[in-house]
């Protein structure tokens, strides 16, 4: 790659900064897809802290030295935001050209609001192939989402802006348009007549680790079900754009999204034991699990149901799009499995005939696993850069995919604002079913199992 590239990152001794971002572009020096001219400028407000510290167990930490400073500054400070502008010019000068440079803010969006408005007025937003990168949450709401947009767009034009949510950059969530695209197989059945319902899984097994105070003001609905399952929704559903036009695939998630109203009448939630102590609140009502079924109006997904479940301190880290099939007779359902982690991989269940003098049916895995084919995944990140790098905003969030998501939420919000004691209380390590079913050992989705009759 020969666009000469700066990245300035906000916030870089932080945990998004030094558990992802530092150690993505370190297996990207690895790989030797970095570009040529490549500078990466570490803000921070610490004048102690040292490029060996942040760098610490990062791979590749020697290729990134060499290529990165710090440089310490007020984030509040106007004056500071000129010795920046003077320091970044002497990168230009030293490579005789005008860099690109990426402004990834790595912090939360409340932080970042002042720093946009300072690049705004210090006319940094307005160099000549400047780039803004925005971690979410995108506002707590779609008014203050709306807001945000506004603030944003006062400093930055809409192309500038790289709203990030890091599921859209996963391979195995990529791989979701691939396998519809192309795979007629599916695409030709992926309508209302063939399939009975989608279920949309993301558990794990860590609780807030820490996160506390962001926790309180966030939940799971607006942590993940905000951002990342209603984008796997909108991905599972959407119209594929025609001859595979990438570049056009947010304004397709975005339509989705649109067409989907949640059930009101569907909504769980729930909360870990031990939450309140962790997050030092007694009171607290906030939700770790959340999980609540949408329908769509686009007439392909009529009443078809669409439940997204979401939680912290489950059994298990996993997620996964389940389709279920329409059934043929008496059999039970065809279910197509998309893993997108751990294990990641697609699989089918299907029936076939045991062997033997009776006749009995099996229930049994057509499946693939990328670890059986393939090498080791690059993380979600290393897209996000170098797609930001690229200019590509496939894998970013529009400002239109975060509107319609809030107004899902919102919705959500209002149904349960009123009546809040339907919190349930769960022990750690509960599985899903369990929590849904006020800790009855029923399996709403059943693995592919070995089934008789
Ligand atoms: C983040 C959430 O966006 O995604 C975290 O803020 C969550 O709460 C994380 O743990 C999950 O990401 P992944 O890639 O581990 O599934």
Request: glycine share 0%; proline share 0%.
């Given at each position: 790659m020969d666009t000469p590239t700066v990245l300035v990152i906000i916030g870089v001794t932080g945990d998004l900064s030094k558990r992802k971002l530092l150690p993505a572009i370190g297996e990207m020096a690895g790989a030797g897809v970095l570009p040529k001219r490549f500078r990466i400028v570490g803000i921070t407000r610490?004048?102690?802290?040292?490029l060996p510290g942040i760098l610490e167990g990062v791979r590749n930490a020697g290729h990134i030295r060499e290529n990165m400073a710090l440089f310490p500054m007020s984030l509040e400070d106007a004056a500071d935001y000129e010795r920046l502008r003077s320091y970044l010019l002497t990168i230009d000068g030293a490579w005789g050209a005008g860099a690109q440079r990426l402004w990834y803010l790595a912090i939360p969006p409340t932080t970042a609001w002042p720093i946009i408005e300072h690049l705004g007025l210090s006319g940094l937003s307005q160099v000549p192939h400047t780039k803004l990168l925005l971690e979410k949450p995108f506002g707590v709401d779609r008014k203050s989402a709306e807001e945000l947009v506004t603030h944003v767009e006062r400093s930055f034009a809409t192309e500038q802006v790289y709203r990030i949510d890091h599921y859209l950059a996963k391979e195995t969530v990529q791989n979701i348009v691939v396998f519809r695209q192309d795979n007629s197989l599916f695409e030709r059945t992926w309508n209302r007549d063939a399939i009975e319902r989608i279920d949309i899984l993301a558990s794990e097994t860590i609780g807030v680790e820490g996160r506390g105070a962001f926790y309180e003001q966030t939940g799971a609905l607006r942590d993940l079900i905000q951002s990342h399952l209603l984008q796997l929704a909108a991905l599972t559903l959407m119209t594929l754009p025609k001859d595979g036009e990438w570049q056009r695939i947010p304004a397709a998630r975005s339509a989705l999204l649109g067409t989907l109203h949640v059930d009101p009448e569907s909504i769980r939630r729930g909360q870990y034991a031990g939450y309140r102590t962790e997050v030092n609140n007694p009171a607290s009502m906030v939700e770790t699990f959340v999980s609540l079924t949408l329908f769509s109006t686009d007439a392909r997904w009529r009443d078809v149901p669409i439940t997204l479940t979401t939680g912290k301190a489950l059994s298990e880290k996993k997620t996964e799009i389940v389709v279920t099939y329409r059934r043929a007779g008496a059999a039970q359902p065809n279910r197509l499995t998309l893993r997108l982690q751990p294990n990641e991989g697609v699989e089918l269940c299907f029936f076939a005939k045991r062997p033997g003098y009776d006749r009995m049916i099996e229930r049994v895995p057509l499946a693939f696993t990328y670890a059986d084919h393939f090498a080791a995944l690059p993380d979600a990140y290393e897209h996000v850069f170098l797609d930001a790098v690229r200019g590509d905003h496939t894998l970013f969030a529009s400002s239109a995919e975060v509107l319609e998501s809030w107004r899902i939420v919102d919705a959500v919000r209002n149904a349960w604002e009123p009546d809040s004691d339907t919190l349930v209380l769960y022990p750690k390590g509960a599985t899903p079913a369990h929590v849904l079913a006020g800790n009855s050992e029923n399996e709403t989705i059943p693995a592919c199992i070995t089934r008789t009759r």
């Open positions: 610490q004048q102690t802290v040292t």
